[in-house]
T-cell receptor, first 109, second 112 residues
Framework: GQSLEQPSEVTAVEGAIVQINCTYQ??????LSWYQQHDGGAPTFLSY????GLEETGRFSSFLSRSDSYGYLLLQELQMKDSASYFC??????????FGKGTRLHILP | NAGVTQTPKFQVLKTGQSMTLQCAQD?????MSWYRQDPGMGLRLIHY???????DQGEVPNGYNVSRSTTEDFPLRLLSAAPSQTSVYFC???????????FGSGTRLTVV
């Protein structure tokens, strides 16, 4: 089977840094991706990691360790508009893209 | 470019009725998929397609059919609606080898 585990909720303060973790178990692995979804909206793509290491895109960074089946999304200089749900997703050898259940990020002023 | 277009945005069905959710993309994406989103359950894959004429089942395919006669269109059919199919449905697409989805705006379906 396959599964992705991520915390259901995370709370952080405006201006701070927060890390959202994702561990996965899948049949074959072709990369870990991250999405953001605001209430009432559609998910939007943030980042993708196929190889080990850190990928940086502005205030957002994503990390992957294939040997540990683990990745995280790092959000820096948090802004109130970053309050949203964040999903990790993996693509397996059957070309299925499977999502985790999502992490709700609460930001305090 | 319109991206991924889903219709309708809202729909109420009676138990036992059938309907088709439409999805079209104008980005020449080979890969298209349907997800349903329920509170606390994340996005669950219903069906997906890696190209015209090819479809496959996802995690929760029961009660749904799909077809992919063209690259652009990927309709989702509910055969006999049940209250358990009340959900928000998202269509998404991407190029093969590119792992960043573009999502449609969603269809909020209620089955009474």
């Amino acid at each position: 089977g396959q599964s992705l585990e991520q915390p259901s909720e995370v709370t952080a303060v405006e201006g701070a840094i927060v890390q959202i973790n994702c561990t996965y178990q899948t049949s074959g692995f072709y990369g870990l991706s991250w999405y953001q979804q605001h209430d009432g909206g559609a998910p939007t793509f943030l980042s993708y990691n196929a190889l080990d290491g850190l990928e940086e895109t502005g205030r957002f960074s994503s990390f992957l360790s294939r040997s540990d089946s683990y990745g995280y999304l790092l959000l820096q200089e948090l802004q109130m508009k970053d309050s949203a749900s964040y999903f990790c997703a993996v693509r397996n050898r059957d070309d299925k893209i499977i999502f985790g259940k999502g992490t709700r990020l609460h930001i305090l002023p | 470019n319109a991206g991924v277009t889903q219709t309708p945005k809202f729909q109420v069905l009676k138990t036992g009725q059938s309907m088709t959710l439409q999805c079209a993309q104008d980005m020449n994406h080979e890969y298209m998929s349907w997800y349903r989103q329920d509170p606390g359950m994340g996005l669950r894959l219903i069906h997906y397609s890696v190209g015209a004429g090819i479809t496959d089942q996802g995690e929760v395919p029961n009660g749904y059919n799909v077809s992919r006669s063209t690259t652009e269109d990927f309709p989702l059919r509910l055969l006999s609606a049940a209250p358990s199919q009340t959900s928000v449905y998202f269509c998404a697409s991407t190029k093969m080898g590119n792992y960043g989805y573009t999502f449609g705006s969603g269809t909020r379906l209620t089955v009474v």
